[in-house]
């Protein structure tokens, strides 16, 4: 394990105490500092280049290396094991780090002076985030609190599947990046290439501002040239990369002329597409007479920052290296400090208040809850007469806004072996303070923060506090789940005022599993901490859920696919240390009605704790058709609800709803006494669900069902014998035999889940590959070579994603992008570029055809192939392919 040297630590600590002495100290220390995230596809070098990173910063005395599992990022014994990232982990550090070894080092063109943001030191918190497609849920948790992110690609592969992806989900939460491309000193590697497949495939303008240094034109990779600052950085090979030779363009004309007059073809077209974005720049073209080359550096720098901030600009600034190498990697630091966001300058961040969505800064001045009181006026008193909204309301909602100490969200929650569970959290607004008791708005409830800390990988320092802006760790919460909004107010109050309790940042959905496994512990003794463990997982990981089948009495564990579940398990047995085995990974399978069965009621009459319980309840169990337009509601429809695939419909017809001034009390005569509206619809609405849970034909859970759900006053309801327990149990037993009447009548179906998948060849394995899916696994080809968005990276897309997938193609024959020395990775044998050229198949495969895919596809593509894939839809299964999945699971158990 790497560990900081002390003196680090030291310095470190003395630089965190710094955040509590005053206002400005704490406004300049929000201005240096940078919350960004290393993205891309696996492989492409994002935990190599973390570990160069903190090398050059001082953070580490030696350079980690994962094959040989000693890096600091990746320190889960299953990360070490495999050699890849599975869970993010954060990192602060410090660049420019000011010295090293007691030797100082200054930053790489630092001779721009003050002007230049990287001249002084910056905190940088970075997040490594997975780049396999199974963990996209712990990118999304992490994006999120981002305020800017390296994106890395492959030289060699360019823009793969999974970096599309990441993309599109970074451009959901509007978040500014720049470009690193890795791996230039591999045979094959194609930087031009790269630059337009930037252009093409993630439909940016790429502002490219080095260019790879071949040695004499056509050797090996030694350095970048800098149209920024118009020099050149050469790197002795087999060296740490401390040192970094600097060449002015004179003196690379002398040494290397054809990459100067390249390099000056760079600067032109950098000025040049600057120029049509950026007013500013154009100003500074005409002060130097229309020189590209006498535009200075910081102009350019200011610009560069300028279009990267602003969110309708399309211009991603573009670097290049090799991190295994080391080189490339401190010029890198220097565009995260000069180019990427501050946390003031940041995109507001998404927030939820009441159901009204808007900006973190609308909030805390007050507008959002203005807005939100006006809405939620409108929607109760909509068609009576309007109440004139007392003065004091506005006021008091002011006053709690004033008094709101802290707004925090927490993004993720590890258990640790020696501190216990810790929670990752990052702070909006205000200060997070130790001891200070934190409301949970997701789950209702306070609890107490005992200690904080500032995390680096596995090592941490403790903290009095964590400033707006920052990302810390709450040691001690004992509730709290991945993805809670935590907020402290004056006083210490446990729960803070009415429109603060629904304050929600940046929600995300969670997506459906489609493997599954059984968890069976050893002995009935060792059952109750086995349930214990899966609850610790499930607080890490919302992406896993937990269920229990009722007839054979198994714990099911479900993920998003085959390496997700085998290091589920891995954390279960080896790290938590439950005594338990896992079965065999499975798939989903779902069931679903062919038609509608006749209304049926159930009486339920029995005692529950001692106390007697009766309620009635009418079912009708029909196929959701997706076009159909949903039932409206009316004064008898008092619930329209859609969950995991199916649609539940509770009407009450006769039950007197009164709706009176506020939405949220509604209320009926009728109803038994203590009960209101809200328990009536939910217990009604549990039953329903517990009931889907479970086809009554293949016992799979339900999908694609309508469920309505009536309840008369007169025949079902009976005073004060009448509970929720028995109003949900009626309806349950309802459902379930409204779902045997289907069953009897048309009959059900399973439905399987379709996966869309998007595969990455080379040339002369496509014909292999489309032939194997579309012949031996039953699926559909889409499309070659297109771009289709992957379905379930984000379950509900904000519109600035829709706008993006609106906006016109990038002509590439106008992006700059230097001339390719390499046209193969072939050395002697001439191979046409046709044959090596990257294609991408887009297709819809059945997800049991994809179980071990991975291993087929390098094996028809000699190791080359990759895919992504995300579920797409349910799909009714043939009659004869039912049947054979059917004997084979009856053969598995």
């Known amino acids: 394990m790497i560990c900081s040297s002390l003196k680090g630590f030291q310095s470190t600590y003395k630089h965190l105490q710094r955040f509590s002495t005053s206002a400005a100290c704490q406004s300049e220390a929000l201005d240096r500092t940078r919350n960004i995230g290393i993205i891309a596809h696996i492989d492409a070098g994002k935990t190599t280049t973390t570990e160069r990173m903190l090398f050059y910063s001082g953070f580490t005395r030696r350079i980690g290396d994962v094959d040989e599992g000693s890096t600091v990022t990746d320190f889960l014994p299953a990360e ?17 780090p000011g010295e090293v070894d007691g030797k100082p080092i200054p930053p790489a063109g630092q001779q721009d002076g003050p002007i230049r943001r990287s001249s002084y030191p910056h905190t940088i918190n970075l997040i490594d985030t997975p780049g396999h497609a199974d963990f996209t849920f712990e990118v999304m948790r992490s994006l999120r609190i981002l305020d800017g992110a390296v994106c890395i690609l492959d030289g060699v592969a360019g823009v793969e599947a999974q970096t599309e992806k990441v993309w599109n989900q970074a451009s959901t939460y509007k978040i500014p990046r720049v470009i690193f491309v890795n791996k230039l000193d591999r045979d094959g590697a194609a930087f031009g290439r790269t630059v337009r497949e930037v252009s093409s495939r993630l439909g940016v303008y790429p502002a490219v501002c080095q260019i790879p240094w071949f040695a004499g034109g056509d050797g090996g990779f030694i350095g970048v040239a800098d149209a920024v600052h118009l020099q050149g950085l050469r790197w002795k090979e087999g060296e740490d990369g401390r040192t970094v030779k600097m060449l002015d363009l004179q003196q690379l004309d002398a040494e290397e002329p054809a990459l ?38 910081a102009d350019l720098i200011q610009s560069l920052r300028r279009c990267v901030l602003d969110q309708s600009s399309r211009i991603i600034p573009l670097f290049a290296g090799a991190s295994f190498r080391n080189m490339g990697v401190q010029p890198l630091l220097d565009s995260i400090v000069d180019l990427l966001p501050s946390p003031p300058e940041a995109p507001d961040p998404e927030v939820s208040i009441g159901g009204v969505k808007g900006g973190l800064r609308g909030l805390l001045s007050g507008d959002l809850i203005v807005q939100q009181q006006s809405e939620k006026a409108a929607v109760s008193h909509k068609g009576k007469q309007h109440k004139k909204k007392p003065a004091s309301s506005q006021s008091s909602s002011n006053d709690a806004i004033s008094k709101l100490q802290s707004c925090a969200l927490a993004f993720k929650v590890v258990n640790d072996a020696k501190r216990g569970v810790l929670v990752y959290v990052r702070v909006y607004s205000g200060s997070l303070d130790r001891n200070s008791l934190l409301y949970n708005t997701n789950l209702s409830l306070s609890e107490r923060a005992p200690r904080l800390l500032k995390m680096y990988a596995n090592d941490a320092v403790e903290v009095d506090s964590i400033p707006a802006g920052h990302i810390g760790v709450v040691v001690g919460l004992k509730q709290t789940r991945t993805g809670d909004t935590l907020v402290s107010y004056a006083g210490n109050k446990a729960t803070p005022p009415e429109p603060l309790t629904s304050l929600q940042l940046r929600p995300i959905a969670v997506p459906p599993p489609v493997f599954f ?110 076009n159909a337009e949903a039932p409206q509601m009316d004064q008898d429809t ?114 399987e889940p379709v996966m869309n998948v998007i595969i990455s060849v080379d040339e002369a394995s496509l014909g292999s590959v489309v032939h194997d899916i579309s012949s031996s696994r039953g699926g559909h080809i ?50 046409p570029a046709s044959v090596t050229r990257p294609r991408t198949i887009t297709a819809k495969v059945p997800l049991k055809e994809m179980v071990g895919y991975l291993k087929h596809l390098r094996s028809l593509t000699a190791g080359r192939g990759t895919f992504v894939m995300s579920v797409d839809r349910f799909e009714n299964m043939s009659s004869q392919r039912q049947k054979a999945v059917l004997a084979e699971l009856r053969g598995a158990f």
């Open 80 to 96: 070490r094991a495999r050699g890849i990232t599975i869970q993010s982990a954060a990192i602060t550090f410090h660049w420019p």
């Open 260 to 297: 100067a007059q390249e390099l000056r073809k760079a600067r032109i077209a950098l000025v040049e597409l600057l120029s049509e974005h950026d007013e500013e720049i154009v100003e500074k073209f005409f002060e130097c007479e229309e020189d590209h080359l006498a535009v200075s550096s």
């Open 517 to 626: 496994t059984s968890v069976e512990p050893h002995s009935l003794s060792e059952e109750k901490r086995m349930h214990e463990c899966l609850a610790l997982l499930l607080r890490e990981d919302p992406s896993l859920h937990v269920n229990v089948d009722e007839e054979s009495g198994q714990t099911l564990l479900s993920g998003m696919g085959e390496l997700h579940l085998e290091i589920a398990r891995d954390r279960l047995i080896n790290d938590l240390k439950a005594k338990a085995t896992m079965g065999r990974i499975e798939i989903g399978y779902r069931e679903s009605p062919l038609g509608v069965s006749n209304p049926t009621t159930k009486i339920f009459d029995k005692e529950i704790a001692g106390r007697k319980g009766k309620a009635g309840c009418t079912a009708v169990a029909e196929q959701l058709d997706e």
């Open 638 to 751: 008092l619930l329209v609800e859609s969950y995991d695939g199916n649609q539940i419909v509770v009407r009450a017809p006769g039950l007197q709803v009164d709706r009176s001034s506020r939405g949220e009390e509604e209320s009926s005569p009728l109803l038994p006494p203590g009960m209101d509206l809200v328990q009536f619809r939910t217990a009604l609405q549990n039953g329903a669900v517990a009931a889907l849970a479970r086809g009554p034909q293949f016992t799979f859970p339900m999908h694609n069902t309508r469920i309505t759900l009536t309840v008369d006053p007169a025949t079902d309801l009976f005073g004060n014998e009448t509970s929720t327990s028995a109003l949900t149990s009626a309806a349950r037993q309802a459902t379930m035999a409204a779902l045997r009447d289907v069953q009897a009548g048309s009959g059900t179906t399973m439905m």
């Open 782 to 831: 889409i499309s070659l070579d297109e771009e289709i968005p992957l379905a379930g990276t984000d379950a509900s897309p904000t519109s600035q994603a829709l706008e993006e997938e609106a906006l016109s193609p990038i002509d590439t024959s106008r992006v700059y992008a230097p001339p390719d020395p390499f046209e193969t990775p072939s050395v002697g044998v001439e191979i």
